[in-house]
């Protein structure tokens, strides 16, 4: 069974601060991707990451695929408030099977 | 393009009641897949359609869910005989083959069984 473990669960931290969300498994993933979610709406895309120490940028955003395609981080640079909100990684399987398996969410609050 | 659509996005039902959701994905994209989320917890998949073919199905599908995509177009996904368990959110996505199946996601049905 493929699990994908996320850590933090939770993270507070102050505007202007820097933080990283981490994505581990023992299995390997042909791609690996990262949402954002809002109270009672669906997630968001924020990237795909598929080649396996792949880095991509997204503004404030860093994502990096790690080498053996079996964990990721999503780095902030200077938090804002408007960065509040669920982050969830995501791997897609494989396998012909194409389901993405989810961690369980690091549930950032940025204080202004 | 209007992205993935879901209705209703609230459904508020007693035990033992069916229900039905429907999700219409984007237009051009042959995959479509349901997933469910609990308080908390991340989504987890429930099931999934290339154009018409029902492909892979999760074992948390019991009997009393079932899921079509007549023409290969929208969805629908009906629970008989709800129970208070059946409570989440419900996520529908979709998705253009190719070499990453990058999956983007409807803003789901609250589910609430009293």
């Known amino acids: 069974t493929q699990l994908l473990e996320q850590s933090p669960q939770f993270l507070s931290i102050q505007e202007g601060e820097n933080l990283t969300v981490y994505c581990n498994s023992s299995s390997v993933f042909s791609s690996l991707q990262w949402y954002r979610q809002e109270p009672g709406e669906g997630p968001v895309l924020l990237v795909t990451v598929v080649t396996g120490g792949e880095v991509k940028k997204l503004k404030r955003l860093t994502f990096q695929f790690g080498d053996a395609r079996k964990d990721s981080s999503l780095h902030i640079t200077a938090a804002q408030p408007g960065d509040t909100g669920l982050y969830l990684c995501?791997?897609?399987?494989?396998?012909?099977?194409?389901?993405?398996?989810f961690g369980s969410g690091t549930r950032l609050l940025v204080r202004p | 393009d209007t992205g993935v659509s879901q209705n209703p996005r609230h459904k508020i039902t007693k035990r033992g009641q069916n229900v039905t959701f429907r999700c219409d994905p984007i237009s051009e994209h042959n995959r479509l897949y349901w997933y469910r989320q609990t308080l908390g917890q991340g989504p987890e998949f429930l099931t999934y359609f290339q154009n018409e073919a029902q492909l892979e199905k999760s074992r948390l599908l019991s009997d009393r869910f079932s899921a079509e995509r007549p023409k290969g177009s929208f969805s629908t996904l009906e629970i008989q005989r709800t129970e208070q368990g059946d409570s989440a959110m419900y996520l529908c996505?979709?998705?253009?083959?190719?070499?990453?199946?990058?999956?983007?996601f409807g803003p789901g049905t609250r589910l609430t069984v009293l």
């Open positions: 995501a791997g897609e399987g494989g396998d012909s099977s194409y389901k993405l398996i």
């Open positions: 996505a979709s998705s253009y083959s190719g070499r990453t199946d990058t999956q983007y």
